[in-house]
């Protein structure tokens, strides 16, 4: 069994993990050199953004052996603009980066809440303004929040959130009990919810059903004093409108780490407000458990793949 690996990341290397499973390897960070390997191979592991137009013709063309794809990453909107062969198995990277987009979740959240945008401010022009800023202080203690796509990363966010006291509600396309929440309901249920929370957040991937899907009408249905955290895709958000509503006090901020366009160019107007914080798609980073998790997923799932047993965190596309 042949496996095309893409080089992606420094330190991401599944091969010295699988010497013993005697399997053919090969890799390249080169598109058109990995392009053409993956149509050679019966397996690729690959990172949703190098899933490009070229690969996804490369390994539809006739004569292309492949029938395996492992993304490392999360997400996997490539795959479904571009298509995947028919009869080719996928499975994504969710359990991979999980653990640390839900700390980073947090930390976007509490930082807009706590004012930390504010508190840099008043750091840089050595200013004390206890009494102004105290009124405008948020908490989790007892608040709502909503988690928009209720995965594996939504499951490890409302875990975290547990320990701040906050009332957590997933929404899900099936409303399924999970322990790390405390109601989990359909996205019917968001319309009427939106007006409760103190906190949306997004953690929906990129796809034909889900483009914009936090919008303006939604936006609008949020309380002055609500927050948006996106740890899910840029384009599942009209920027737009968020951006409208950051800068009139529509509400009160937001925790950003995705956005439709990047890196961000230095022009996006978001780089202009006061009440965001922002990150370069950085999330998922910053453990070392991220690539031990990476390791072992492709390492189960090419023994899973060559065994005939069910992989795990399996793609359905809609």
């Known amino acids: ?65 492949l029938r395996f794809i492992q993304f490392i990453s999360a997400g996997y909107e490539n795959a479904e603009y571009f298509g995947v062969p028919e009869g080719v198995v996928v499975s994504n990277g969710s359990l991979i980066w999980a653990p640390s987009v839900a700390e980073h979740a947090v930390a976007l959240l509490l930082s807009v809440l706590r ?17 102004a800023l105290l009124p405008h202080l948020g908490s989790l203690e007892d608040a709502r929040v909503a988690i928009l796509g209720y995965g594996t990363i939504g499951q490890e966010i409302s875990k975290r959130l547990q320990g701040f006291g906050a009332e957590v509600i997933g929404i899900a396309r099936s409303a399924k009990p999970c322990p790390y929440a405390d109601r989990i309901a359909p996205l019917s249920d968001l319309p009427s919810l939106l007006p409760t929370l103190k906190a949306l957040i997004n953690v929906v991937p990129a796809g034909p059903t889900t483009l914009k899907m936090v919008d303006a009408a939604m936006l609008a249905q949020l309380r002055t ?11 599942t958000v009209d920027e737009a409108a968020l951006y409208t509503h950051l800068k009139e006090g529509r509400i009160a901020g937001a925790g950003l ?47 899973n793949f060559r065994d005939g047993k069910p992989l795990l965190s399996p793609v359905v596309f809609s």
């Open 1 to 65: 069994m042949r496996v095309a690996v893409h080089r992606w990341i420094p330190g991401f290397d599944p091969i010295p993990h699988c010497a013993d499973l005697g399997l053919e390897f090969s890799g390249s960070g080169d598109p058109a050199e990995f392009a053409a390997l993956a149509a050679e191979s019966d397996v690729l592991i690959v990172n949703g953004p190098n899933y490009t137009k070229l690969l996804a013709e490369k390994i539809a063309a006739p004569g292309s052996r």
């Open 115 to 131: 004012l930390v945008p504010t508190l840099e401010r008043m750091r840089a022009a050595a200013r004390w303004d206890r009494i």
């Open 225 to 235: 004093d609500a927050v948006l955290v996106n740890v899910g895709r840029g384009a």
């Open 257 to 303: 780490d995705v956005f439709e366009t990047e890196p961000m160019p230095p022009d996006h107007p978001f780089w202009t407000l006061d009440n965001v914080v922002l990150s370069p798609h950085c999330a998922g980073f910053g453990s070392p458990g991220s690539l031990r998790r990476a390791h072992q997923l492709c390492r189960d799932n090419l023994i």
